[in-house]
C-alpha cells in the first residue's frame, strides 16, 4: 500500500536548518503551506508547486530587527529593500522615545521625531489609525511597534525642556493604554535626548505603570551612553522594577573616548540586575553610531561626519572638523550653522563593540535612518554583517549563536507569538543564506548596497525575495503583542 504524497505550497529540500533556538545545526527538508511551516525532517514524499533546492545552504527564522525606526518607511516604501535584502522579515518601529503614532503635532517635528521624516509624515493620531495603514500598506515584512514617550510628551505638553505634570502623565498614559489594547509591544524612552531629559525617573515609571498588566515591555535609549552609563543603566532598572516590566536597554555601547574598555562593567551590571528583574540589551555590529547632530557631542575628542544638513546640503559626508576648517570657525560654531543636521559619531571602541554583540544577553537591531540621505550602513548591512563579519571570518560566535541572537530571542523577548524559530505551525518567516558568502556590501562611502549572499527570504510563507531581487510579492502585516515567554529574558 503506497502513503500518498503530501502536497505543500512551497518546498525548501535539503537545508541546513538553523532553528533559532541556539540548537546545532541540522539537515532537513521543510515545507510551507498557507503561511504556515506544516513539516521538517525528510520530506520526499511531498509534492509541492514551488520546490526550492537548498543544497545545504543555511535556512533559519527570517530575521527580527528589534531596533528600527522604520515607522513611516514601512508605510511610504513597503517594499522595504533595504530590510528583505538583509533577510530581515520582521521589523520593530518606535524605538528611543519616538514613534509615528500616536503623534499630533503643533508644528514641525521636534527633534529627534524628525528622523522619522517631515511633518506630512506624521498622519496617525491615533494607534488604531497607524495599525490600519500598515495593513493597507501591505509592506513586504511584518511590523511590531513600541510607542515612543517623546511621541506622548509632544502630544500632551507645551514644552518639552521640563518635567510632565501628574495631568499630563495621565493624559499620556490614556493613550498608552490605548496603543496596548491595539496590540503595542511596550514603551520606548530615548531620555538622552534634548526633548525627553527633563523627563524625571517617576514620570517615565508612571507612565510606565499600565505595561504590567498587558504583558508589555520597556525599552530605553538610556539617559546617557558615555561616562554616567551605569548610573543610567541603574535608572532603567529601578523604572522596570517599579513597573513590573522587562526592559531592554537599546543599542548597548560604551560612548566616548573615556569610556572606552568600560564594557565589562557594563555587562556585569547587566548580569547583576538579571538576577533580580528582566532585563536584556540589543546593539547593531559597528563601532560608529548615527542620529540628528547634538552639539553636546561636539567636543573635538573624536570624528563627526555630517550626513544631512537642511540649511547646507552640501556639507554631506564632510567631517565637521573640516567643514569647520573651510568657515574658519568653531566645530561648535560649525554645528549650530548645520543645524538642523544628522550625524555619524565614530564613538566606540571595536573591543566593547565585540565584546557587547557576543554577549548571550544581547539581541541584534539595526538602528537604522531609512530617511537618511547618506545613512550609516547598517540601514542596510547589519545582519550579513553579523553573519559574515563576525560569525565566519572574525568567529567571534558560532553561527547557530549569530541566529539566535536575530531570531528565537527577540521573538522571544518581544512576544512575537510564533516567530522566530522554525517549527511545525508556526509562521513561514524564513531567509536562505549561504554562510560562505553572506556578506555586507554596505560601506560609510556608499552605504546604499545590497547584501551578498541572502538567496531567498519568505514572509508568511510568501516567496518575498529571491537571488538579490525583491519579487513583487509582500505579504508582511501588523503583528500584535502576544504572550512573551518569561523564561527567556
Not at 520530506?43 to 525606526?69: C, K, Q, Y
Not at 554616567?228 to 573616548?257: N, Q, T
Not at 528583574?277 to 561626519?305: A, E, F, H
Request: glycine share 10%; charged share 20%; aromatic share 6%.
Amino acid at each position: 500500500m503506497h502513503s500518498h504524497p503530501e502536497a505543500a505550497d512551497t518546498l525548501i529540500v535539503g537545508a541546513t536548518l538553523y532553528d533559532g533556538t541556539g540548537a546545532p545545526s541540522v539537515e532537513r527538508d521543510v515545507a510551507l503551506r498557507d503561511g504556515r511551516i506544516v513539516a521538517i525532517g525528510n520530506l520526499s514524499n511531498w509534492l509541492a508547486e514551488d520546490v526550492i533546492e537548498a543544497n545545504g545552504r543555511a535556512l533559519a527564522p527570517g530575521f527580527i530587527d528589534v531596533h528600527t525606526h522604520d515607522d513611516t518607511h514601512v508605510i511610504r516604501s513597503p517594499q522595504m529593500l533595504p530590510k528583505i535584502s538583509q533577510g530581515v522579515t520582521t521589523v520593530i518601529v518606535g524605538n528611543c522615545g519616538i514613534s509615528a503614532s500616536p503623534v499630533s503635532l503643533k508644528g514641525e517635528p521636534p527633534d529627534p521625531m524628525n528622523l522619522l521624516g517631515e511633518r506630512d509624515a506624521f498622519q496617525y493620531p491615533t494607534f488604531a489609525a497607524y495599525v490600519d495603514a500598515v495593513n493597507g500598506a501591505k509592506p513586504a515584512v511584518n511590523v511590531g511597534a513600541l510607542i515612543g514617550h517623546t511621541a506622548l510628551r509632544n502630544n500632551h505638553m507645551d514644552d518639552l525642556k521640563r518635567a510632565a505634570t501628574g495631568d499630563e502623565i495621565a493624559a499620556m498614559r490614556a493613550q498608552l493604554e490605548e496603543a496596548l489594547a491595539h496590540g503595542a509591544l511596550g514603551l520606548s524612552t530615548g531620555l538622552a535626548y534634548g526633548n525627553a531629559f527633563a523627563a524625571s525617573t517617576e514620570e517615565v515609571a508612571s507612565l510606565a505603570e499600565p505595561l504590567a498588566v498587558a504583558g508589555a515591555l520597556y525599552t530605553t535609549h538610556m539617559r546617557t551612553e558615555f561616562d554616567a552609563i551605569l548610573e543610567a543603566m541603574e535608572e532603567a532598572y529601578h523604572i522596570g522594577k517599579h513597573a513590573r516590566v522587562p526592559v531592554v536597554i537599546s543599542h548597548l555601547k560604551c560612548a566616548g573616548p573615556s569610556n572606552w574598555g568600560r564594557s565589562t562593567e557594563v555587562l556585569a551590571s547587566l548580569e547583576g540586575a538579571r538576577k533580580y528583574q528582566p532585563v536584556g540589551c540589543d546593539c547593531y555590529p559597528y563601532s560608529r553610531s548615527s542620529s540628528t547632530l547634538d552639539l553636546k557631542q561636539v567636543t573635538g575628542d573624536i570624528d563627526i561626519t555630517i550626513t544631512w544638513s537642511t540649511p547646507h546640503p552640501e556639507q554631506a559626508g564632510k567631517l565637521i572638523k573640516d567643514i569647520a576648517a573651510e568657515w574658519g570657525v568653531s566645530q561648535q560654531e560649525a554645528g549650530k550653522r548645520l543645524q538642523p543636521a544628522g550625524a555619524v559619531y565614530h564613538n566606540m571602541s571595536e573591543d566593547d563593540v565585540r565584546r557587547i554583540l557576543s554577549h548571550p544577553m544581547t539581541m541584534v537591531g539595526s538602528d537604522g535612518l531609512p530617511n537618511d540621505p547618506l545613512p550609516h550602513p547598517r540601514l542596510w548591512g547589519a545582519f550579513p554583517r553579523v553573519l559574515g563579519h563576525y560569525a565566519r571570518d572574525v568567529a567571534l560566535l558560532p553561527l547557530e549563536e549569530a541566529v539566535r541572537k536575530m531570531t528565537g530571542l527577540s521573538a522571544r523577548r518581544f512576544g512575537l507569538t510564533q516567530r522566530g524559530e522554525v517549527h511545525v505551525g508556526w509562521h513561514a518567516d524564513l531567509v536562505l543564506f549561504d554562510p560562505a558568502k553572506v556578506r555586507d556590501a554596505a560601506t560609510f562611502e556608499k552605504p546604499q548596497q545590497v547584501a551578498e549572499g541572502i538567496d531567498a527570504v519568505w514572509v508568511n510563507g510568501v516567496l518575498s525575495y529571491r537571488d538579490g531581487q525583491p519579487t513583487g510579492d509582500s505579504a508582511g502585516h501588523f503583528v500584535a503583542r502576544g504572550t512573551r515567554d518569561a523564561q527567556v529574558f
